[in-house]
C-alpha cells in the first residue's frame, strides 16, 4: 500500500534559473490509477525523478507513505518503472533483464517464469532484446516493472511511438496486472485518450513552470480501446470545460503516431 | 570444412616455408638457417628446459605488467570519461606518456629503481597505461545513462549497477585495450629484458645475438609465436565470444 503526497514549492532545473515546477502539489491514495497528463515543459518527468527519490533539489516535499523523501534513507515504497524507451540491457537475455531488478532470492526464478507468462512470452525468456520486435520489448519492460511485485508504479509515456494494436494490447496487458496486484500507479502520457481509458482520475499540468490545473476523476468502466465512444464522450465534456487543455496538448505533436493532434480532439 | 579463403592462407604460409627451405638450402650460409633446422633447435631447447625456463619468466612479467596496466588505466580511463574535471586535469600528462618513447622509461626506471623485477615491470606499465586509458575512456564516454537510471529507478544496488549495467557497457572497450594491450606488451618485455634482465626470451634472444646464432634466435621466435596465438585461441576470442554473443 503506498500513498503519495506531493507538495512542490519551487523546483529549478539542475543548474538554471529557470523554474521547472512551481505550487504543484496532489497526492494520490493508495492502489489508485493516477494519469498525469501536461504538454512538454511541464516538469512530468522531474515530478517522476522526485517521487522516485533520484532528486531532492527542490523546496518543498514528497511523501511517501507519509515519510519524507528527504529523510528517508531507503525509499519507502517497492518501485516498478517503465519508460519511453523499453531500456532494456541489450547485454543480457529476457530473463536476465528480470533477474537483475530482483534480489536474488531462490524464488525469482518461479515469478519471471509467472510474468513472463503474463505478458505472454515464456518462449522468449532466453532472447535477447535485440531479436525482439518494438511491442515485445515494451511487454518485457512491462514484465519487469511488475517482476519487483511493485506497490508504486511509476510509467513516463511507456506506450509512446507504438503502433496502436501494439500500444492496445500493453494497455490491456498493463490493466490486467495492476488489477491484480493494485499498486498505486503514476502514468505520464500526453495522449489524452490513452489517460481517459486508464486512469481512475487525471491530474492535468500546466506548461512550464508545472503546476496542477484540474484534477479529474474518471468513471467509466476500464479498459476501452481508445476510439470507445465513452472515452469520446468523456474528452469533450473535458474540453469543453477546460479548453486551455487542448490549447497546451494541441502544440504538442513530435509525429509520433499516438500523439494526439488538434483534429484528432475534435473529431 | 575449409573456406576458399582458409586454404589460401594455408597454401600461401606453407609455400613460404616451403620457398624459405629451397633457399636456405641452396645458399648454405649460416645467416640463413632451414626451417627444419630452426624446429631441431627449437626441440633440442624445449627438451633441455632452458626455453621453458626462459618462457615462464617472461610471460610471468608479461601477465604481471599486463595486468597492472589494464587495472590502472582502466580505473584512470573511467575517471576521465565521467568526469570532466579529470579530464582536463590529466589531459596533458596522458599525451606526453603516449609519446614518450618505450626505450626512454625503460632505461630512467632501470636507473632508478636499479636492475630489478619492479623496474622492469614498472617501466612496461609506463609505456602501456597511456593507451589503455585512451580506449577506456572512450568507452566511458559512450555509456548509455539511459540504462544507468534503470539501475537507479530500480533501485539497484551499487555494486550491482557497477558490474551488471555499468562494466558490461565497457566490455567491448576493455576488449580492444586488452588485444592492443597484450600485443604492445609482448614487445617491450623482451626489450626490457634484453637490456637489464638475466633471464627471460629477451636475455637469451641477446645473447644469441652476441653469438650470432640466428637458428637460436628463430627457435625462440618460434616458441614465442606459438605462445602468442595459444593465448589468443584459448584466452582472448573464448572471451569475445562470450561477451559479444547477444550481438549476433
Request: proline fraction near 4%; charge should be neutral; charged fraction near 20%.
Amino acid at each position: 500500500m503506498t500513498e503519495l503526497a506531493i507538495d512542490i514549492v519551487r523546483k529549478h532545473y539542475a543548474s538554471s534559473d529557470v523554474l521547472a515546477l512551481k505550487d504543484l502539489s496532489f497526492s494520490v491514495t493508495s492502489g489508485k490509477f493516477v494519469a498525469l497528463v501536461g504538454p512538454s515543459g511541464a516538469g512530468k518527468t522531474t515530478i517522476l525523478n522526485s517521487i522516485l527519490g533520484l532528486d531532492n533539489d527542490y523546496q518543498g516535499d514528497v511523501l511517501v507513505n507519509a515519510q519524507s523523501l528527504k529523510e528517508v534513507d531507503v525509499h519507502p515504497a517497492k518501485i516498478g518503472c517503465m519508460f519511453q524507451e523499453p531500456r532494456l540491457m541489450p547485454w543480457m537475455t529476457v530473463e536476465q533483464n528480470l533477474e537483475l531488478v530482483l534480489e536474488g532470492k531462490s524464488s525469482d526464478k518461479q515469478l519471471i517464469r509467472k510474468v513472463l507468462e503474463q505478458v505472454e512470452l515464456t518462449e522468449r525468456a532466453s532472447s535477447y532484446p535485440g531479436h525482439l520486435s518494438g511491442g515485445m520489448q515494451r511487454r518485457v519492460a512491462l514484465a519487469r516493472a511488475f517482476a519487483v511485485n511493485p506497490n508504486l508504479l511509476l510509467m513516463d509515456e511507456p506506450f509512446l511511438s507504438l503502433d496502436e494494436p501494439s500500444a492496445d494490447r500493453l494497455r490491456q496487458l498493463l490493466y490486467t496486472l495492476w488489477q491484480e496486484l493494485r499498486p498505486t500507479v503514476i502514468f505520464v502520457t500526453h495522449n489524452l485518450r490513452e489517460a481517459l481509458a486508464l486512469a481512475d482520475e487525471i491530474i492535468f499540468l500546466s506548461a512550464s513552470p508545472g503546476t496542477v490545473i484540474r484534477h479529474f476523476p474518471i468513471d467509466i468502466k476500464r479498459p476501452q480501446q481508445l476510439d470507445h465512444s465513452a472515452i469520446s464522450e468523456l474528452q469533450e465534456r473535458l474540453l469543453r470545460e477546460n479548453p486551455e487543455i487542448l490549447s497546451g496538448l494541441a502544440e504538442e505533436n513530435d509525429g509520433g503516431n499516438i500523439n494526439p493532434t488538434q483534429e484528432q480532439y475534435l473529431q | 570444412m575449409m573456406t576458399r579463403d582458409r586454404w589460401l592462407n594455408v597454401l600461401f604460409l606453407s609455400g613460404f616455408f616451403l620457398l624459405w627451405q629451397i633457399i636456405a638450402q641452396v645458399l648454405e650460409s649460416s645467416s640463413l638457417p632451414a626451417p627444419s633446422a630452426v624446429l631441431v633447435e627449437f626441440w633440442k631447447q624445449l627438451e633441455s628446459g632452458e626455453m621453458l625456463y626462459h618462457l615462464g619468466i617472461t610471460l610471468w612479467r608479461v601477465l604481471v605488467a599486463f595486468a597492472v596496466s589494464m587495472l590502472i588505466g582502466t580505473f584512470i580511463g573511467i575517471l576521465m570519461g565521467r568526469y570532466r574535471m579529470v579530464n582536463s586535469a590529466l589531459d596533458g600528462l596522458l599525451v606526453l606518456g603516449l609519446n614518450i618513447p618505450a626505450l626512454v622509461t625503460i632505461i630512467l626506471c632501470y636507473i632508478w629503481f636499479g636492475l630489478v623485477d619492479a623496474a622492469a615491470i614498472t617501466a612496461v606499465a609506463i609505456n602501456k597505461i597511456p593507451t589503455v586509458i585512451v580506449t577506456v575512456r572512450e568507452g566511458a564516454r559512450a555509456v548509455d545513462r539511459k540504462l544507468l537510471e534503470v539501475a537507479d529507478a530500480f533501485h539497484i544496488p551499487r555494486y550491482r549497477k557497477l558490474f551488471r549495467v555499468y562494466l558490461p557497457q565497457l566490455y567491448p572497450y576493455l576488449m580492444a585495450a586488452a588485444r592492443s594491450g597484450l600485443a604492445l606488451i609482448w614487445k617491450i618485455v623482451l626489450v626490457v629484458e634484453l637490456l637489464g634482465r638475466s633471464n627471460g626470451v629477451g636475455f637469451q634472444l641477446g645473447t644469441y645475438f652476441q653469438f650470432f646464432d640466428i637458428t637460436g634466435i628463430l627457435a625462440y621466435t618460434f616458441a614465442f609465436a606459438s605462445v602468442v596465438l595459444v593465448v589468443e585461441a584459448a584466452a582472448m576470442r573464448p572471451i569475445d565470444n562470450r561477451i559479444s554473443r547477444w550481438r549476433s
